[in-house]
């Protein structure tokens, strides 16, 4: 069936409608609140400046591209650009494509591919010889990249080895107290307890209090019986978990399922926690 004219008129004006462009600086704070929107969330000022400010070579106005559809913001994406040493001594200029994003109003119509191809030809054009991604294999871009000329290199499970459990779970907590919960749970108190050793050699027990849709460590411990949600966990599963967080939260769900099926995980709860949880 042919198109007819109308539709041509209007492929046309959605193609000649759509810009790509770099980011300029004052531009930065309007980029971070988008990346929080689209990845429900991203990160905070201090992940920014971690993955954004630490290289004086890095500058948002050169490394983030940002695609508009008829005048209006609707996606994009950024190039971290290195220098790779080659067993001969030898340096190659590499890139590592990464937060690309589209708004939720402009899904399906193209732009990540906008966003992805740009960010190739910009990084061709600067010299770079290889491209890298790193996306999680539960995440869409490690479906969507070999569309862009990206192949496997290496085994797409990477594994990890916990030096120091205490610090990764401290993380893992700070995390935990980025979400925002219904203020319904207010006043409610949660145990969490965590084995660091696959023997249970180690074990470390947090206690915290939901104040205002948030989680807050208590300084002080408590009873068990006190606790209204008591969590048991091993390092090895909230390692396997925090990957999962923001990127695939069904994933998770299930994943966590998992785990408590297999008693992996422990969970207990009082009539005041359900009450709460349910609303009755």
Known sequence: MCPTSESKKRSERVKTGRTVRFLSEDEKEEHLKTLNMCYNPWGDEKEWRRRYAWSSDFDVTRNVLLVEENGEWAGGGTAWLREAFLSNNGKIKVYEAGDLYVLPQFRGKGIYSTAMRSLNETAQKGGSVLGFGFPSIYGVAASALPKYGFVDAFYPVTKIFLL????????????????????????????????????????????????????????????????????????????QASSLFYRHKRTLFLYMFSALLRRRLGVRFSFKFLKALVGF
């Open 164 to 239: 120091k459990p205490e610090k990764f779970l401290n993380y893992f907590i700070s995390r935990l107290e980025e979400f925002v919960l219904p203020k319904k749970l207010d006043g409610l108190r949660v145990k969490l307890t965590v084995s660091l050793g696959k023997a249970d050699s180690a074990v470390l027990s947090k206690s915290f209090i939901v104040e205002t849709g948030q989680l807050k460590e208590l300084t002080a411990s408590r009873e068990d019986e006190k606790a209204d949600l008591k969590v048991k966990a091993d390092i090895e599963l909230l390692a």
